[in-house]
């Protein structure tokens, strides 16, 4: 169902923004937006702002396994700010590009993960943070949907990173505080100490070396603090093995679809539903539409007649379903022509209304046209029968009474 926009200056407007269009001064003018319902063939339901056959403005669209958008619209993409929401209860709110996340807005999963930012392409980037599901907590920078850049990440535990990352692993120089109070402060590389470092245990005693992958390469010097409960040296390693496998990054949530899988194919969709004007519809009477086709034909013995094209199917389509013929003596012939001879629009009207200036024809100026004669291929009327009765009122009456007549 569709509601066509209405004729007063009052109606709605387009939104602002359009930058992008066209300014062609022979482009056709933008179809002002109006309110509109669809149902596709595959059971998605829109409503919303409708302009040039495309969703344009605001409005919802219900996806039948349950997925729904509601929020900006542009020239059938989802643009602007808006809410996606999924069948397992998370949801999407901030903005969108031409059908993807692309903007600052917040995802709040299913399972209880949140995270407001940057996104880019449906992939979190830039400056955001994350609250985990199992009680992690990340703020910083992100890239292509992982941690990247600078920032700290809080484990549930207590134990917290300080530092750089890259592709959602400790990368670079960092702190990482364990929960127990022990700390390293160094370099890293995917998610390793590696590089010059220092360990420095709760109770002050400290470990300067350098570190590596390989245990071989590790080496370093031991600095025992007083308040130490014993002076034998200590291994770091015995530390970061017994705490560093619990600092494991949370993977988060997986997205089931992403709102820029949900396609729409809105072609041909126009044609199934009710079809609103492409530009303001004007009245006209049958007096106006013969003044526009150049006034009435003449013919040889003196009457005139006038041609006028109704199209039964209302889409203003090129070709004429029938064309009727208005004679001067008051007599009316309607046949069928092939519709790609002529070009008209409109819809059928009460022809007997429209000749007693009872009803006026929702007419297209084009209707009027005067179509060549060559064009129109009149269908080859089928002869009357022998024997046919004329009775009062036919137009032939008079002429077989006088011959009746004569021949008496």
Known sequence: MSVPPADDADGPTAPAGDDDATSDDDAPPPEEPYHAERL????DFYTGQWSGGLPHGTGKYLWTDGCMYEGEWRHGKTTGRGKFSWP???????EFKAGFMDGIGTYTGSSGDTYRGGWSMNLKHGSGRKSYANGDYYDGDWRSGTQDGHGRYI???????????RAGLLHGKGSLVFANGNRYDGGWEDGIPCGNGTFRWADGSLYVGIWSKDDAENKGIYYPSPAATSPTARDPQQAFAAELP??????????????????????GLEQAGSKPPLRPRRRASVDAAAGAAGGPTRRPNGRTKTVIGLNSNGEGERGFEKICIWESDGDITCDIVDGSSVVGGGGWEDVDDVMAGRR?????????RTPAPQQVRWPQKTPRKQGDTIS??????ELMLNLQLGIR
Not at 362 to 368: A, G, I, K, L, W
């Open 40 to 43: 596709l063939p595959n059971g």
């Open 246 to 267: 619990e600092c494991r990054i949370c993977p988060g949530e997986t997205v089931s679809i992403l709102p820029s899988q949900k396609t729409v194919n809105w072609s």
């Open 360 to 368: 006026s024809v929702d007419v297209d100026p084009r209707v009027f």
């Open 155 to 165: 484990w549930r535990n207590g134990t917290e990173y300080t530092g750089q990352w």
């Open 88 to 94: 397992s209860g998370a949801t999407y709110e901030g």
């Open 392 to 397: 009062r009122g036919h137009k032939n009456y």
